[in-house]
């Protein structure tokens, strides 16, 4: 418990630490206001059995009682806040902190996995850990500081009972460590049952529509009841551990009270100790393990914590790559690529491959799907740092550039369009941020987006997304295009789309796609012929190589992958379905 | 798309409670509800052995203080509470424990009935929630419900008839200071009243920032890409960082306006003494109090209200269960199908009707009224604008949703008169978005037929052009299909699904723009396995290239929820000027391409 409390208040950011830390040390004070119970009690004690009872008493009794509740009431809202303070900056700007690493990991490295998880952290994982921490940490210091102030008093009314108390606070102690490590046990049994039962879920849920297409009921696939009730018993298992020693541990507390019970009055028999004394020692015993009891009830939520914590810093340990050079100006928008090996996940992608792309030409490249070419192009960007060789752009080493004014030179258009939830001009505006409305709309003419833009509700001031307009496949895509144009950088990479272009639409979509590249340095992956047709070479790239190289006219007197390539375009664009067709 | 995000949109304007969360709370009890009220009897057996150890100890201390000296009476009595409090807290641990297990139980309850919801409401309405929204709300957040749910019973009994045994104790021997000792109660329901009274203001502004904050991260993260493609990182940053703040700040303000009143009643509730002890000592004063009996009123008084405090604490973590649960209510309250058990009719052949149907989607009316008559073994294309409905048609007919108004029949028969398993072996649906299954290649494919033999399953592959490429994966047909292994592409797996379809050999078949995928390299080879698949089928074609569905012998234009014209290429390119226009856009563009 101690140790995810360490971790948590390391996990937190040094101003987060140092509140947690003030609150603590006030939480001593805030305990000692909370024991002037027994102050008050012991007066009336006093007087009852040495004699002297009067109203002074009574008025003695109930002032130190108001005092206590003023002081506590006082204490208590600077350590709240101090601790909501910690608890949910903390979670809120470990949010940034997990985006803002993002920037230095290597572009590639998001597959949509990936970034679903990192989303799913930076989200539920700290909501989750906003609640929880700041209560956890206010009952856990509240309860320890309680119990090692009234166990004070004990020590100052008595050594010995007070040897008793501390020994107990201390098995105590261990034995929630003990019980913590003696349930991890289970604990890594449970998590496996619930990441298969996660999984089959997630099984079901995703091939839903096909269970029911083929009625696959029945079947193992749909069989989600046997590993959520696996989930259910080793869950159950898990807490039998922690139900034991919840038990063990509150008898521990409540035998050792006992134990101080006799202890005093036997100490009072052979008559070491006043009746006074003796009778405040049982009402300490009393109080003692109040607080400590709801430290133990907190356990399951250090586990939480714990958890949360892991996530987050797994999150935050992504290898990051260095971007930071120097500002350099690319002398010209050439492209070469040296002898460039790159491998992901063990596997090699990219196999020394080498070309070179002038000023203002058209690359393009084909090849089969899983063959390297989106990798190619993400390499150039730097989205990835290469394993060997280099990658130059105007001469210089792409590695030697600060990442700012190397991303300069490039626009993108990727196939995957994102828009942010914003308006329609801000999102054009992306590009080029101080550029001007006028601005705005004449990139939206360009890559043909003006006329639909004004057909919507708001026009330019419409919101995308949540809440906002639905835009077709082919509008976005556009409107990225649009983006693009906007940030009028001189090197061009297009990822062709093909998909979601509405049929009616896809004539403004080529003409958008001339008009950004128009005088470009452009890279692109091409699937439609005519784009092909026209590049100033083309690059047939095959299980991480080059195969073919050359013009358009040159590839198709080989014999070849291009050659085919382009045959089986031709007939898919001109494919028709009839009833005689097979 | 689009779509999800209204879905979202529309839950986020949502009650936090809807009338049916209890109700559904109820519901998945079932089956544990003799175990809750085990848990509750041995709550209550726990409370009995702290109030009979209290009572062993005030014997103990009425002695002590009356000036017995007997040895063995101590210890006697110091025996009995001791075994009292095993007996407690034995009572308690198992009230627990049982509480848990039928806790664990509920949620697996939960789970398993949201799941075959899913097999039973429209398979258009399941999959307006991601699956990632799914794996929330059945697995992610049905965990986070397990320690309020599973302590609730246990503590709210312990602890609230436990204050109110011993209150009724403390009574029994005065019953004037058993009421002051409650002099703070009122200050502390005061504190904490004024404390709630500020919720209605602050806990939605709280909910909509942390909204707002979740949804910048999942923009910032979502749209890294772009982000750093367009160095635009500290713009969308600063967004980001003043949602953060703000995402933090409204707690601590909200903290920071019930601050006092929170820990003032935290403070006062517990004061039993300032009420007890002044009152106590007058009444030893006047003679009516017994010294002993005060001493043993103030041992007591600790175990009197300190419990309730516990209780408090666990208000917020029910409201949040009451959230978690009613979006699992969301989800079973959606309509469900309703279909027979068991076929009335059979269709006489694989004709469809379409008569006068109407369709709303989220309280919009998308069809207005389609009428379509679709022949036995014809090839049927559906085109339109964007938008214009046509993919709903198929998805209707399809019976992914049913109709509002109208009938849609096969062969004759109303496909509401036909139980959903059934209707779905006539039809084989094909879009972009088939699912393999994290199984061997094999038994994907053989999911189309229940019981084909390996021979089977190869033969439909060859006819779809993937026998070639699974034989040269690593192990054949034994490679699995899931995310980590096999590394198939997009075109290889759309391939392999629609052998399974082909195994499958339904008579009518649906291709929802299955032409238009994200992997245009193997673009050739899926259109023949698509010919293949519809060949001598009764065909319904939505293509993203009109030259696709030229020779369709029935082409219905589909524009505003409407049929607009139907008829052949020939036919429709006199009679219909968006068709026409339509036509030439396409000829203009693929001139270009070609």
């Known amino acids: 418990m101690y140790r995810t409390l360490k971790k948590f208040f390391d996990f937190c950011g040094e101003k987060e630490r140092r509140q947690f830390y003030l609150s603590i040390f006030l939480g001593v004070f805030n305990a000692l206001f909370i024991a002037l119970r027994i102050p008050a009690v012991y007066v009336v004690i006093k007087a009852i059995l040495e004699g002297g009872l009067s109203k002074k008493t009574a008025f003695a009794a109930a002032g130190i009682i108001a005092a206590s509740i003023i002081l506590q009431t006082v204490v208590s809202m600077k350590t709240t806040m101090l601790q ?499 | 798309m689009e779509e999800k995000q209204k879905t979202e949109n529309q839950a986020a304007a949502q009650p936090v409670l809807n009338k049916n969360t209890f109700s559904w709370l109820w519901e998945f009890t079932k089956g544990k509800r003799g175990t809750y009220l085990m848990s509750v009897i041995l709550a209550l057996l726990g409370v009995a052995c702290m109030l009979l150890a209290y009572i062993c100890l005030a014997a103990l201390i009425r002695e002590l203080v009356t000036g017995g000296r007997d040895h063995g009476f101590y210890i006697t009595r110091g025996v009995q509470i001791g075994i009292l409090w095993v007996f407690r807290y034995a009572f308690h641990g198992f009230s627990t424990y049982t509480s848990h297990g039928a806790t664990f139980g509920l949620i697996g309850n939960a789970r398993k009935q949201i799941l075959k919801k899913l097999s039973t409401m429209p398979l258009g309405a399941v999959q307006t929630r991601s699956s990632g929204e799914y794996k929330n709300i059945i697995c992610d957040r049905a965990d986070q419900v397990e320690p309020t749910l599973a302590h609730v019973v246990p503590e709210f009994t312990a602890n609230i008839i436990g204050a109110a045994a011993m209150f009724i104790y403390m009574m029994t021997i005065d019953w004037r200071v058993g009421l002051w000792q409650l002099i703070c109660i009122p200050a502390g329901f005061v504190a904490f009243a004024v404390m709630m009274s500020s919720t209605p203001k602050y806990y939605p502004d709280t909910i909509k920032k942390t909204k707002a904050l979740n949804a910048a991260a999942v923009e910032y993260i979502g749209g890294i890409e772009v982000i750093k493609a367009f160095g635009q990182s500290k713009t969308s940053y600063g967004k980001f960082e003043k949602a953060a703040r703000e995402g933090a700040d409204c707690f601590i303000n909200w903290m920071r306006k019930e601050n006092f009143w929170q820990n003032f009643g935290m403070a006062c509730f517990p004061a039993t003494m300032l009420g007890l002890l002044p009152s106590g000592v007058m009444y030893c004063l006047n003679g009516s109090l017994a010294a002993a009996d005060l001493i043993v009123l103030i041992i007591l008084s600790f175990g009197t209200v300190a419990p309730l405090v516990t209780v408090f604490g666990y208000m917020d973590d029910i409201s949040k269960v009451g959230e978690i649960i009613s979006d699992m209510a969301d989800v079973m309250d959606e309509k469900d199908m309703v279909r027979p058990e068991s076929s009335r009719e059979v269709p006489k052949d694989h004709s469809i009707s379409l008569k006068d149907v109407h369709f709303s989607y989220k309280d919009t009316e998308v069809l207005h009224g389609i009428n379509m008559q679709i022949a036995d073994g014809t090839v049927n294309a559906l085109v339109g604008p964007s938008g214009s409905g046509k993919s709903t048609v198929a998805r209707l007919i399809a019976s992914l949703w049913d109709a509002d108004s109208g009938e849609i029949r096969i062969g004759g028969v109303n496909i509401k008169d036909m139980p959903l398993a059934e209707y779905n072996k006539h039809i084989a649906y094909v879009s972009q978005e088939n699912y393999l299954f994290d199984q061997t290649v094999m038994d994907n494919i053989r999911m189309g037929k229940d019981g084909a033999t390996d021979e089977e399953v190869m033969e439909a592959a060859r006819k779809c052009g993937c026998h070639d490429f699974i034989m040269s994966l690593e192990n054949g047909y034994q490679t699995i299909c899931g995310g980590s292994g096999g590394h198939l592409s997009g075109g290889e797996r759309q391939r392999i699904c629609i052998a399974r379809a082909m195994l499958k050999d339904a008579p009518i078949v649906i291709l929802d723009e299955a032409t238009s995928y994200t992997d245009p390299e193997s673009e050739a080879v899926i259109q023949s396995a698509l010919s293949r698949l519809s060949a001598g089928k009764t065909l319904i074609v939505i293509a993203h290239r009109l030259s696709t569905i030229a020779d369709a012998d029935r082409i219905f234009l589909i524009s505003g929820g409407t049929v607009e014209a139907a008829g052949t290429q020939e036919e429709l390119l006199k009679s219909s000027p968006l068709y026409a226009s339509m036509w030439e856009n396409h000829i203009a563009a693929r001139k270009e391409e070609a």
């Open chain 1, 84 to 582: 909501t303070r910690g608890g949910y900056n903390t979670s809120s700007f470990k949010r940034l902190e997990i985006a803002e690493h993002l920037r230095y990991v290597p572009m590639g490295y998001f597959n949509s996995e990936g970034l679903g998880k990192v989303t799913s952290i930076a989200t539920n994982t700290m909501e989750n850990l906003s609640g929880i921490a700041t209560r956890c940490v206010m009952v856990v210091t509240k309860g320890i500081i309680t119990t090692l102030v009234i166990v004070a008093f004990m020590l100052f009314f008595n050594i010995w009972i007070g040897l008793v108390a501390i020994a107990t606070m201390i098995i105590y102690l261990i034995g929630t460590e003990l019980m913590i490590r003696a349930q991890s046990k289970d604990s890594d049994i449970a998590v496996k049952a619930q990441d298969k039962m996660v999984s089959r879920i997630l099984e079901y849920v995703r091939g839903i529509a096909e269970i029911r297409n083929y009625d696959l009921f029945g079947k193992s696939i749909t069989n989600v009841d046997e590993p959520i009730d696996e989930f259910t018993k080793y869950s159950t298992r898990m807490e039998t551990v922690y139900e034991v020693a919840m038990f063990l541990l509150s008898i521990l507390n409540k035998l050792s009270g006992v134990v101080m019970i006799l202890m005093s009055i036997s100490f009072y028999l052979n008559g070491s100790m006043s009746l006074v004394y003796a009778v405040m020692m049982i009402i300490c015993s009393f109080m003692i393990f109040e607080s400590l009891d709801q430290v133990g009830a907190f356990n399951g939520l250090t586990r939480t914590i714990e958890n949360c914590v892991d996530k987050a810093s797994e999150a935050l340990s992504s290898p990051t790559m260095d971007i930071d050079g120097k500002e350099l100006e690319p002398k010209d928008m050439s492209l070469s690529v040296r002898n460039v090996d790159f491998s992901y996940d063990k596997r090699k992608i990219i196999d020394n491959v080498s070309f070179e792309i002038p000023q203002r030409s058209t690359a393009a490249f084909v090849g089969p799907s899983g063959g390297g070419k989106t990798t190619i192009t993400q390499l150039l960007a730097r989205f990835w740092d290469v394993d060997s060789g280099q990658v130059l752009l105007g001469g210089t080493d792409v590695r030697e550039y600060s990442y700012d004014s190397l991303i300069r030179n490039f626009a993108f258009v990727f196939q995957n369009v994102y828009l942010f939830s914003d308006t329609v001009e801000n999102n054009i505006r992306f590009g080029k941020p101080d550029a001007s409305r006028e601005d705005v709309i004449e990139a939206a003419k360009a890559a043909c987006c003006h006329d639909f833009i004004m057909a919507l509700p708001d026009g330019y001031d419409t919101v995308i997304g949540e809440g906002g307009a639905s835009l077709s496949g082919g509008e976005r895509q556009r409107i990225s295009i649009a983006r693009a144009i906007m940030k009028d950088a001189p090197i061009i990479i297009l990822d062709e789309a093909t998909a979601n272009v509405d049929p009616e639409n896809e004539n403004l979509l080529m003409k958008a796609v001339d008009r950004l590249t128009k005088e470009k340095t452009v890279i692109m992956i091409a699937h439609r012929l005519k784009t092909v047709e026209n590049a100033d070479q083309i690059f047939v790239i095959d299980h991480g190589k080059i195969v073919q190289q050359g013009s358009h006219s040159k590839l198709m007197n080989e014999e070849g992958i291009y050659r085919r390539f382009i045959g089986e375009r031709k007939q898919a664009s001109g494919w028709k379905i009839s009833s005689h067709s097979v």
